[in-house]
């Protein structure tokens, strides 16, 4: 592939502002695209409507232009995609690929795989509510990440036979993920480390649905004092965008990144260039990393 072939992106869910964490993960998939001379993307991840805040997808915008953080073409957005994503639902049923299943993720778990004896697995949908799950048996636990080399995933019990459709009638996250990074034409995903075990699913609904390989890099999660991810569940602080230069410097160091000068540190632009031409994969840490946010500081 060719340096200019490169399309990365950044994917947010729309439940609540950016944080140091999703900040991080932003700006290690602009700093790899930009770095490789590529385009960087932006979608916004709107498809579980009980889980957004209003006014967050505005924020998250506002946050990554006050960041210096400028996608390239215009932002798609999940909730105007549900016709494509139920063409493929509606083509994987009719190939037999996909089959509509009343079994829980805990039936499947305690069957060590095998569906109840009353699962359906039929294409037409059974009285009462159903998930629709890809045909997933010989899913390959095994891939190439950028940041942390060959990746080789325990096979998940009874959790092959992946969910494309949730029962309450969402679509599911691995379904929508594949499809819009090939309506984006995206060649690499640099996302954080708690998407790791969702990479196998998507590299082989991508194959099942004949499209071609993208490169996976995941980079390591911020941590709070108590050892869990930054995230709003977890009342990380929202991002100050009045900030924005100490929050890039923060999540350079965070990213393991060498720090610019510090003639170069008072503005997002002359910031991101440098950190844009001096961007190093080898250096990205393959540990989480514990933050004292409030004090900008990383304990490794
Ligand atoms: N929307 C997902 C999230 O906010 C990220 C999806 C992805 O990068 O593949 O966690």
Same mark, same amino acid.
């Given at each position: 592939?060719?340096?200019?072939?490169?399309?990365?992106?950044?994917?947010?869910?729309?439940?609540?502002?950016?944080? %140091?964490?999703?900040?991080?993960?932003?700006?290690?998939?602009?700093?790899?695209?930009?770095?490789? @001379?590529?385009?960087?993307?932006?979608?916004?991840?709107?498809?579980?409507?009980?889980?957004?805040?209003?006014?967050?997808?505005?924020?998250?915008?506002?946050?990554?232009?006050?960041?210096?953080?400028?996608?390239?073409?215009?932002? /798609?957005?999940?909730?105007?995609?549900?016709?494509?994503?139920?063409?493929?639902?509606?083509? %994987?049923?009719?190939?037999?690929?996909?089959?509509?299943?009343?079994?829980?993720?805990?039936?499947?778990?305690? @069957? #060590?795989?095998?569906? /109840?004896?009353?699962?359906?697995?039929?294409?037409?949908?059974?009285? @009462?509510?159903?998930?629709?799950?890809?045909? +997933?048996?010989?899913?390959?636990?095994?891939?190439?990440?950028?940041?942390?080399?060959?990746?080789?995933?325990?096979?998940?019990?009874?959790?092959?036979?992946?969910?494309?459709?949730?029962?309450?009638?969402?679509?599911?996250?691995?379904?929508?993920?594949?499809?819009?990074?090939?309506?984006?034409?995206?060649?690499?995903?640099?996302?954080?480390?708690?998407?790791?075990?969702?990479?196998?699913?998507?590299?082989? %609904?991508? +194959?099942?649905?004949?499209?071609?390989?993208?490169?996976?890099?995941?980079?390591?999660?911020?941590?709070?004092? #108590?050892?869990?991810?930054?995230?709003? #569940?977890?009342?990380?602080?929202? /991002?100050?965008?009045?900030?924005?230069?100490?929050?890039? %410097?923060?999540?350079?160091? +965070?990213?393991?990144?060498?720090?610019?000068?510090?003639? /170069?540190?008072?503005?997002?632009?002359?910031?991101?260039?440098?950190?844009?031409?001096?961007?190093?994969?080898?250096?990205?840490?393959? #540990?989480?990393?514990?933050?004292?946010?409030?004090?900008?500081?990383?304990?490794?």
């Amino acid at each position: 592939m060719t340096a200019s072939a490169y399309r990365g992106r950044f994917a947010p869910s729309p439940t609540g502002p950016l944080h %140091l964490g999703s900040l991080s993960t932003a700006l290690a998939s602009f700093l790899d695209a930009r770095a490789h @001379g590529g385009a960087w993307l932006l979608r916004i991840e709107d498809l579980d409507p009980p889980r957004e805040q209003p006014g967050a997808t505005g924020r998250i915008l506002a946050s990554l232009r006050a960041h210096g953080l400028h996608w390239d073409e215009t932002e /798609l957005f999940q909730h105007d995609r549900m016709a494509a994503y139920e063409r493929v639902i509606a083509a %994987l049923l009719n190939s037999g690929d996909a089959f509509h299943c009343t079994c829980s993720r805990q039936d499947l778990h305690l @069957g #060590q795989g095998a569906h /109840l004896p009353a699962c359906p697995r039929s294409r037409t949908p059974p009285v @009462g509510e159903s998930a629709i799950r890809l045909r +997933a048996r010989d899913t390959p636990y095994r891939f190439a990440d950028i940041f942390l080399g060959e990746v080789e995933l325990p096979c998940p019990t009874g959790a092959d036979d992946f969910v494309i459709r949730r029962r309450d009638g969402l679509y599911a996250y691995q379904l929508a993920v594949v499809i819009d990074d090939a309506e984006q034409q995206i060649t690499h995903v640099v996302r954080g480390r708690d998407l790791l075990e969702s990479t196998p699913h998507q590299v082989f %609904l991508r +194959a099942r649905l004949g499209l071609a390989p993208v490169y996976y890099g995941h980079i390591p999660l911020l941590l709070n004092a #108590q050892g869990q991810k930054l995230s709003k #569940q977890n009342h990380a602080p929202a /991002l100050d965008d009045m900030r924005a230069p100490q929050n890039l %410097l923060f999540c350079l160091e +965070a990213l393991g990144q060498l720090p610019p000068p510090p003639a /170069l540190r008072d503005a997002c632009a002359r910031i991101l260039d440098w950190a844009i031409a001096h961007w190093q994969r080898a250096l990205v840490p393959v #540990q989480d990393r514990v933050v004292l946010v409030g004090s900008a500081s990383t304990e490794h």
